[in-house]
Every structure is written in C-alpha cells, then in structure tokens.
C-alpha cells in the first residue's frame, strides 16, 4: 500500500506503550484519497495532517469534557450533556442583518439536584491577543442579543475562557473587563485547574440582556 501511493505514516512522533519505541500511525497518501473520492458518491475532503497546535488545543479541550464526565461519575454531577464542535455552532443574524457563526470549543449543560446550568467554554492555550479575545467575547454579546438560547432554555450561558496560568488570566480580565459592550458576569477567566470548581459551583449569569 505504500508503494502504491494508498497509505503513509503520520510524521508525528507517537509514543509507544514501551518506553523508547513509537507506535506508527497511518493516513491516506494522494492517490488512497483519489481511490476512495472516485469509490464514493459523496464528495471527499482531502485529509491533511494537523499541526501541534491543533492537537494541543484538541486534546486540551477533550480534558475538560472528561473531567465533567468524571464528575458525574463520582457523583458530584447528577448528569452532564456535552457537545463539541461542529455540533454546538450557532448561526444567527449579527450586526446589520450579516449571518454570523458561534463556534464554541464545548457546550456544556450540567444537571445537579434542582438546578441545571449552561456553559460555552473557550480553552485558551495562549496563542491569541487578548484583542482577539475581545473580538470573540463580542460575538458571544451579539449572539446573546438574539434572545435565541433564553427563548429555548430560559438561561443565558455563562462563557468561560480558561488558561493555563495566572498571568494570563489577568491579561485576559484586564482586556475583558475594560472592553465596551460586554455584559457583566458573563463571561469568566478561570484557570484551567479551577474549571470544575467554577462549574460545580453553578452558573449564576442573568437571563435577560
């Protein structure tokens, strides 16, 4: 299969389960992609290895909807519903009537005794300005302004940016606290070793903007 082009390794070095040795893993090379695209009767996007950045922020992100289901697990959560990316997007009409995208890491409703609470988490591994921070807060503000998710679930959902340590979460505070436009309360810098602390304490962001 390799000499004909069909299959080739990932060029990421995976650790084994011994130490020292690699496990190999494989990908489609061009022509295994033209063979199954000609065998298929849908259209094929060309799969392209994914960089460091994306895997760390994938595997970041999959960190926080673990600890939520070991939560549930242990009982400190009744139940837990999670969705991620593409299936959390939400379209809307934002400034003049111009379609926009939410596209947050993870969606997290949590269930607990009486009380449910909503959560959009953005892990933030440091690779952005706190500009574009902003930026992103500010779509959160135009898509909450579209009464949309209060209609359907009577609860605005808190936005939580979590980082990896204290000097980011003041820079981000500072960048978001001094932004105009953003609701207060509702969007929150935690540290990334304080998320489920934030969560199991619930979510007491106001309904109504």
């Known amino acids: ?4 082009d069909l299959v080739t390794k990932l060029h990421q070095r995976i650790g084994g389960v011994r130490r020292g040795s690699d496990s190999i893993v494989w990908q489609l090379d061009a022509t295994g992609d033209r ?36 939560a549930q697990h242990l009982g400190k ?12 997007w939400r379209h809307f009409n934002g400034l003049h009537g111009r379609v926009e995208t939410l596209k947050p890491d993870l969606h997290a409703v949590t ?6 609470d909503h959560w959009m988490c953005e892990r933030d591994l440091s690779t952005e300005h706190p500009i574009v921070v902003v930026r992103q807060a500010h779509i959160y503000e135009r898509y909450a302004a579209t009464g949309d998710y209060q209609h359907t679930h009577a609860i605005l959902p ?11 979460q ?9 932004a105009r436009g953003l609701t207060p309360g509702l969007h929150r810098v935690v540290l990334s070793e304080d ?15």
């Open 170 to 178: 003041q820079s981000l505070t500072r960048a978001l606290t001094g």
């Open 111 to 116: 269930f607990n005794g009486d009380y449910e």
């Open 158 to 168: 808190a936005v939580l940016w979590i980082v990896n340590d204290s000097n980011r």
């Open 195 to 209: 998320f489920l602390t934030t969560v199991l304490a619930g979510n007491t962001t106001p309904a109504d903007l």
């Open 77 to 88: 959560l009744d139940h837990v519903d999670l969705t991620g990316e593409p299936g959390n």
């Open 1 to 4: 299969l390799t000499q004909h």
């Open 35 to 70: 063979l199954l695209s000609a065998l298929d009767a849908q259209r094929r996007r060309r799969y392209v290895e994914p960089g460091r950045a994306f895997i760390a922020h994938t595997v970041a992100v999959t960190e926080l909807a673990v600890q939520l289901v070991e």
